[in-house]
């Protein structure tokens, strides 16, 4: 089971670190994305970091400010996310990604995970 945390309200501009936690195995030597659905729109993967974090992957609009990482210690897998901007507000989950980051990313993924959790709800606004 994947639960995702460290969602909130923050003001445009500001940044938030969303936590994905693993109970019950290891998310080391997985493949992990975070996905976002924006209101009334289709989620979407944009960010995505490989089991041997040899890969990591951003979409356009999120490349530059947001960055993925893996916590092993504390069994997670992280994304920091700065400069936001209402266009990111949206329910963010992660995912195991069972091939490569780049299948799963994007508006039209040519694959899409099997599994979500309950997502962590990010709103920026003023």
């Known amino acids: 089971q994947l639960v995702e945390s460290g969602g909130g309200l923050v003001q445009p501009g500001g940044s938030l670190n969303l936590s994905c936690a693993a109970s019950?195995?290891?998310?080391?030597?997985?493949?992990i994305g975070w996905f976002r659905q924006a209101p009334g729109k289709e989620r979407e993967g944009i960010s995505c970091?490989?089991?041997?974090?040899?890969?990591?992957y951003y979409t356009v609009p999120v490349r530059g400010r947001f960055s993925i990482s893996r916590d092993n210690a504390k069994n997670t897998v992280d994304l920091q996310m700065t400069a936001l901007n209402p266009d990111d507000t949206g329910v963010y989950y992660c995912?195991?990604?069972?091939?490569?980051?780049?299948?799963?990313?994007?508006?039209?993924?040519?694959?899409?995970?099997?599994?979500w959790g309950q997502g962590t709800q990010v709103t920026v606004s003023s």
């Open positions: 995912a195991i990604v069972g091939g490569r980051c780049v299948e799963y990313m994007g508006p039209s993924p040519m694959r899409v995970p099997g599994y």
């Open positions: 019950g195995f290891t998310l080391a030597s997985h493949t």
């Open positions: 970091i490989s089991g041997d974090e040899k890969d990591t």
